[in-house]
């Protein structure tokens, strides 16, 4: 059965802290993966991911994907106050486009 | 760029009762559309997804149908409501086809059963 696991599944920082979130998958015709932002309504797109060892980068987010290991880190560096939501991953599968999300990893950063 | 509207935004309803959520797309033709619900704290689980006009595939067994009568209009539907359809529902909106694109998606539905 497909799946994508995040970890950790909540974490609080301070600002100005660096955070790491770990995606890792096991999903049948891989195809992309993606992350997303959600502040208590719709996701927002942040990165799409296809192509091992490619680093995308918007402002103090980053993000890389390891298709050997079958895994994703999302990246943030000076953490601030705004930063705070839930973080979603999820892996497109086949050819319908249809995504497969983790249960999500909670950020919260503190002033 | 693709733009998802839903409608409405909140949604208190009796159990037994029937309901209709609409969605919408513009900015692109021929998109795949999805419905997803998450519960509180949890992630999305894929409802339905459909790659054309009157294609529907369903995810998980549930108490809900959906419908495509047009290219950018989607409708999750239920003729009668059980206290476990609360959740949020989100639509959303992907390339068609084989495509690599990401899903963008609407404001969403909070839906109360009571």
């Known amino acids: 059965e497909d799946k994508v696991v995040q970890s950790p599944l909540s974490l609080v920082v301070h600002e100005g802290d660096t955070v790491t979130l770990n995606c890792s998958y096991e999903?049948?015709?891989?195809?992309?993966l993606l992350w997303y932002k959600q502040e208590k309504k719709a996701p927002t797109f942040l990165f799409m991911l296809?192509?091992?060892?490619i680093e995308k980068k918007s402002g103090r987010l980053s993000s890389i994907l390891d298709k050997k290991e079958l895994f994703s880190i999302l990246n943030i560096t000076a953490t601030q106050t705004g930063d705070s939501a839930v973080y979603l991953c999820?892996?497109?599968?086949?050819?319908?486009?249809?995504?497969?999300f983790g249960q999500g990893t909670t950020l919260q950063v503190k002033p | 760029s693709q733009t998802i509207h839903q409608w409405p935004a909140t949604l208190v309803q009796p159990v037994g009762s029937p309901l209709s959520l609409e969605c919408t797309v513009e900015?692109?033709?021929?998109?795949?559309l999805y419905w997803y619900r998450q519960a509180a704290g949890r992630g999305l689980q894929l409802l339905f997804y459909?790659?054309?006009?009157?294609?529907i595939s369903s995810e998980v067994p549930q108490n809900l149908s959906a419908s495509r009568p047009q290219d950018r209009q989607f409708i999750l539907s239920s003729k009668k409501l059980l206290l476990s359809d609360s959740g949020f529902y989100l639509c959303?909106?992907?390339?068609?086809?084989?495509?690599?694109?990401?899903?963008?998606f609407g404001p969403g539905t909070r839906l109360t059963v009571l």
């Open positions: 459909s790659v054309g006009i009157g294609q």
């Open positions: 959303a909106g992907g390339g068609g086809g084989a495509s690599y694109n990401e899903q963008f």
């Open positions: 900015g692109t033709s021929n998109p795949n």
């Open positions: 296809t192509s091992s060892g």
């Open positions: 999820a892996v497109s599968s086949s050819n319908t486009g249809k995504l497969i």
């Open positions: 999903v049948t015709n891989f195809r992309s």
